[in-house]
Structures are given as structure tokens and as C-alpha cells.
């Protein structure tokens, strides 16, 4: 029977390409992404929930385009001398979670200048956002227009292979080994979210660690009591 360990081991998200698992919730997505050599106007807008995979395509689309990954709250800071976006542009970008910055003057007009310079010098562009160009407020008009040219890709609500396999890597990242059987048992009760199978993972495992417990589905159970949506109290997993 799997234990947790009696001391706490830092979580290292792996990141490669072999360890993303690919479905019908994030396929396209992937397929474009592979593509990115032929992306209209080299650029591509990746749309997805916290936790749906956006910065770990990130990270594979970087390996492959020899990429530097910025997040968006970077070109908030105070400090960025306008001199270094020209030499942020000598490479592809990836500029995550845009949404970020909406409504913040500054970082907003430093993307625009970003993304304009990095297709002028030939470059590619991959930019992340929770959400869809219409709803993203940004203010400045320019950076708006620029950000609906992108082609888009979205990575969907997951299906029960892919909550299988998010859950397994989160354990996994953790170092931590559930029993055969607590995958399945979380697969078919929890929330179906990528927060949720997130939440759940660290829950199990900060009460196992306390508690000296195996990760099992008893241990599953107890942590999907504070999960469980209203609709099934009357049918609580079991």
C-alpha cells in the first residue's frame, strides 16, 4: 500500500512534451501548436481555464521555438525600460495569461509593442489568456485589434481520460504513488475541473503528510466530502 513520506518534497511540475496527455479537450490545440511554423500573421492566442495546460504547452512551444516565456504582470513592473522590449523581440515570445493586464496602462501599451516588434522581426508570438479576446477589457483600442487578429486555440472542459491523467501528473509532481483505485474514485465523483482535481491533490496530500495516512480512496473520500456539489448530498460518493 502507497504512503506519503514523513516530510514535506517541493512540488516540480514536469513539463515536457511526453507529459502532456493529449484528448479531444485540448487535441486542436496541440495540433496548432505543433503547426506553428505555418500560423497566420505568427501568432496564436491559446484559450483556457487555470490549470487547463496553458503553461505547460507553453513551456514545450518554447523548447521548440527557442521561445523566452514572459508573464504579462512582467511588463507591469515600474522598471522595464522601454530599451529592453526591442531586445525581448530578437526571439519568439510567449507572453502568458494577458488577461492579467487589462486596465493597466502601461503593461498593456508594453504589449502592443512587444507583439508589433516580434512579428516585424520575423518572429513568432504565443500569447495565453483564461479567456476569449471579446471578454478580455482590455482598454488600449490598438492592443485589442492586435490581440482579436490572433488565430485562437482553447483547450476544453476535460474529459474523464484527461482527469485521469491531470490527476495522475499532479500526483506524480508531487511524488506521491495513490493506490490503483483512488483515480478511478476521484474520476467519477469530483467537479469536473482542472482547480478542482488541483485542490484535491494538494488536500490529499497535506492530510496525509499530518496524518501519516496512505493516499487511498478512503482518504479520497474524506477530502471529495468537502468537494461534493449540493445536487449529490443525497447520493455522496462512497
Not at 7 to 22: C, I, K, N, S, T
Not at 64 to 85: F, K, M, N, V
Request: hydrophobic share 45%.
Amino acid at each position: 500500500m502507497a504512503t506519503q513520506l514523513g516530510f514535506d518534497l517541493p512540488v516540480r511540475a514536469a513539463l515536457g512534451r511526453e507529459d502532456f496527455f493529449v484528448s479531444p479537450a485540448n487535441a486542436m490545440a496541440v495540433a496548432l501548436l505543433e503547426g506553428w511554423q505555418g500560423w497566420p500573421g505568427r501568432k496564436l492566442l491559446l484559450i483556457g481555464p487555470s490549470g487547463a495546460g496553458k503553461t505547460h504547452l507553453a513551456h514545450v512551444w518554447a523548447g521548440q521555438s527557442g521561445a523566452r516565456i514572459l508573464h504579462s504582470t512582467d511588463l507591469a513592473r515600474p522598471d522595464l525600460p522601454q530599451a529592453e522590449i526591442p531586445t525581448l523581440a530578437q526571439t519568439p515570445v510567449v507572453v502568458e495569461d494577458i488577461d492579467q493586464i487589462a486596465g493597466h496602462e502601461g503593461a498593456e501599451k508594453a504589449l502592443f509593442h512587444l507583439h508589433n516588434l516580434v512579428i516585424a522581426e520575423g518572429h513568432s508570438l504565443l500569447l495565453t489568456s483564461a479567456c476569449a479576446p471579446q471578454h478580455l477589457g482590455l482598454s488600449l483600442p490598438d492592443l485589442q485589434s492586435r490581440v482579436q487578429g490572433c488565430q485562437s486555440a482553447s483547450l476544453g472542459a476535460p474529459d474523464d481520460r484527461l482527469l485521469g491523467a491531470v490527476l495522475m501528473k499532479l500526483f506524480a509532481d508531487r511524488q506521491l504513488v495513490p493506490t490503483p483505485d483512488t483515480l478511478p474514485y476521484l474520476v467519477r465523483w469530483m467537479t469536473r475541473s482542472f482547480d478542482s482535481a488541483r485542490q484535491i491533490v494538494a488536500e490529499m496530500d497535506a492530510q496525509a503528510l499530518a496524518q501519516g495516512r496512505p493516499l487511498n480512496r478512503a482518504l479520497a473520500r474524506e477530502v471529495l466530502a468537502r468537494h461534493v456539489q449540493p445536487d449529490m448530498l443525497d447520493n455522496p460518493p462512497t
